[in-house]
């Protein structure tokens, strides 16, 4: 059986649902992330900066914009730094700015991806998978990007089949 690692981001509180501003208790990735978990298996990896993100929505995705532009590469609470134990790796995101947080790329930056399957899953809100796996493609060398996954926020607390399925059919 596949040994599988979820690497995922997520946001709590305020958040961009079906066109309004919504707080959320857990965030959409997170939630996402737990159903690949319950699905198949793997260890769960969460992606947190030290320097928190606005409380603010708005203000958040400026500041995920000026990261975006400049390349930034946010401090992590904390990094994974082998990933040689896993078959395969999912990398899920919500998507700013047609791709992942840039502190994802901070921790997919530090580890040897060579002969692993990386897996992009992206939750949005109109965008799919945007650059996901273009993204996964240049900063997961050495790996296989296989098939994936893109939940509209405002779906993924109704989505765990939908999940479970994807990550049968892809990650066992």
Request: hydrophobic share 35%.
């Amino acid at each position: 059986m596949a040994k599988n690692l979820i690497i995922y981001y997520s946001r709590r509180g305020q958040n961009y649902l079906n066109g309004s501003i919504v707080d959320l208790v857990k965030g959409n990735t997170e939630r996402v992330a737990e159903y690949i978990r319950n699905a198949v298996g793997g260890d769960l990896f969460e992606v947190e900066t030290v320097k928190e993100y606005s409380t603010d929505y708005m203000t958040c995705t400026e500041e995920a914009k000026d990261e975006l532009r400049n390349n930034a590469r946010p401090e992590l609470k904390r990094t994974l730094n082998d990933v040689s134990d896993y078959d395969n790796i999912v990398v899920a995101g919500p998507c700013w700015w047609g791709t992942y947080p840039c502190a994802v790329f901070t921790q997919l930056e530090q580890l040897d991806f060579t002969g692993k399957k990386v897996f992009p899953v992206m939750t949005h809100e109109g965008s799919g998978l945007s650059g996901a796996p273009a993204a996964l493609k240049k900063y997961c060398k050495g790996a296989t990007v296989g098939a994936g996954l893109a939940v509209r926020g405002a779906e993924a607390a109704r989505s765990e089949s939908a999940v479970a399925a994807w990550s049968k059919k892809n990650l066992m």
